[in-house]
């Protein structure tokens, strides 16, 4: 028999049971509820995210994808009307436990936000802010050495090498998009949840960012919350669509958007409703 968890709020569920991909997740979510004071906003989600993939999450405004995306990284600790039960896990531990550290939790499951928010401060610092908290470089050369390949695999190495110095905040909204991405990447996490990383983009940074997304499922698992359907179709391998607080459909992205089981995701994917 499986043995049974207990939750942070005290309710046995079975982790990981009956795996829907077939793997073992990179994290897994099992009767997620999320209440805001007396408001419920998610009504018990089962979902899991698997590694080195791209996960999207979709669905009408107030359906709950943010509110489900900052779970995974306790970013909702931060809210103090919001209570949380159920089970999420990275690698098989629970992200709830008294043991885990929320700011090392972070660091494992990074995030970038809707507007891009570099901090007021040089290019470089940026980068090198989250590594030096976290002790991750002990000299100048490695820390050079983060801050140099974080810009790389953020794709803005080039248009920056030569103004390291300079604010992050004197770059184009895309390019501190790209900052953030880097900053996000500078700690090494095995998991980047991405917020809706586009919606204050034009076409190209937008086009540019989501080049880059398919880039970093090579090394990251990937979780964003996108209103765009193209850009979930375009990025994605999995895609989760959320109604009213509930997860009401998962599977391969081409399969959600082709043929749909519920007539929800139907009407949401063909523009009937949203
Ligand atoms: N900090 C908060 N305090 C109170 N209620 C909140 C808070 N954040 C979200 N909510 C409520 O929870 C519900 C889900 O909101 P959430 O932002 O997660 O939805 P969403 O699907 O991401 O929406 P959108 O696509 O518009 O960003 C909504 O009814 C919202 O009003």
């Known amino acids: 028999m499986t043995a049974h968890t207990q939750t942070m709020a005290g309710i046995a569920v079975r982790p990981q049971a009956g795996t829907l991909t077939g793997t073992v997740p990179k994290m897994d979510a099992r009767g997620v509820k999320v209440y805001y004071g007396a408001k419920q906003a998610l009504k018990g989600i089962d979902l899991e995210i698997p590694e ?37 896990t990275l ?3 629970d992200i709830y436990d008294r043991e885990i550290d929320p700011v090392q939790l972070r660091a494992r499951v990074g995030m970038v936000f809707q ?32 801050v140099t390949k974080s810009l790389q695999r953020a794709g803005l190495w ?39 990383p586009c919606s204050a983009l034009d076409p190209i940074a937008t086009a540019h960012i ?37 997860m009401v459909e998962v599977g391969d992205t081409e399969e959600i958007f082709t043929t749909p089981r519920d007539e929800r995701t139907q009407g949401y994917i063909t523009g009937r409703y949203g």
């Not at 990284?73 to 209570?83: K, V």
Request: contains cysteine; hydrophobic residues 35%.
């Open 115 to 146: 507007k891009p928010n570099p901090f007021p401060k040089s290019i470089y610092d940026n980068i090198s802010y989250g590594p030096r908290i976290h002790g991750l470089a002990s000299r100048r050369e490695e820390m050079d050495e983060i």
């Open 91 to 93: 690698d098989g531990q």
């Open 158 to 196: 080039n248009e920056v090498k030569d103004r390291l110095k300079e604010p992050g905040t004197g770059l184009s909204g895309g390019q501190q998009q790209r900052l953030c991405i880097a900053r996000a990447i500078a700690v090494s996490p095995e998991v980047i949840l991405m917020d809706e």
């Open 52 to 88: 080195r993939q791209v996960t999207a999450l979709i669905g009408p405004s107030g359906c709950g994808k943010s509110t489900f995306l900052r779970c995974l990284n306790r970013m909702n600790d931060t809210i103090d009307i919001a209570r949380i039960e159920g089970l999420i």
């Open 210 to 246: 989501e080049e880059l997304i398919d880039e970093l499922r090579e090394n990251y698992t990937i979780v964003i919350v996108t209103h765009n359907m193209q850009q979930a179709a375009r990025v994605s391998q999995r895609t989760a669509f959320f109604h009213l607080g509930e």
